[in-house]
């Protein structure tokens, strides 16, 4: 399958411009990847609050508070 994913794009597979592509195309899925993990808790939070009671609302939003700071897509990004 790498032959002729190499083959069709007329490059060897011991090429650099071959396998470059690849690993930054593999990177970016694991930093997307560990977006949707990380961010999942956040998600899920938001996704219960309005079936939740009103008295439990603010506490379910307190939780959030050391995870909200600390989980941004961009420092993912920044590292990919």
Do not use: Y
Not at 20 to 32: G, R
Not at 54 to 76: G, I, K, T
């Amino acid at each position: 399958m790498i032959n002729t994913l190499a083959g069709a794009l007329g490059l060897a597979p011991n090429e650099s411009f071959f396998w470059l592509p690849l690993l930054m195309a593999a990177l970016l899925f694991l930093v997307v990847l560990a977006a949707i993990v990380f961010d999942g808790f956040d998600i899920g939070v938001g996704c219960l609050l309005p079936f939740a009671d009103r008295d439990l609302q603010p506490r379910m939003l307190s939780l959030l508070a050391p995870w909200r700071d600390a989980n941004e897509l961009w420092l993912l990004l920044g590292m990919g």
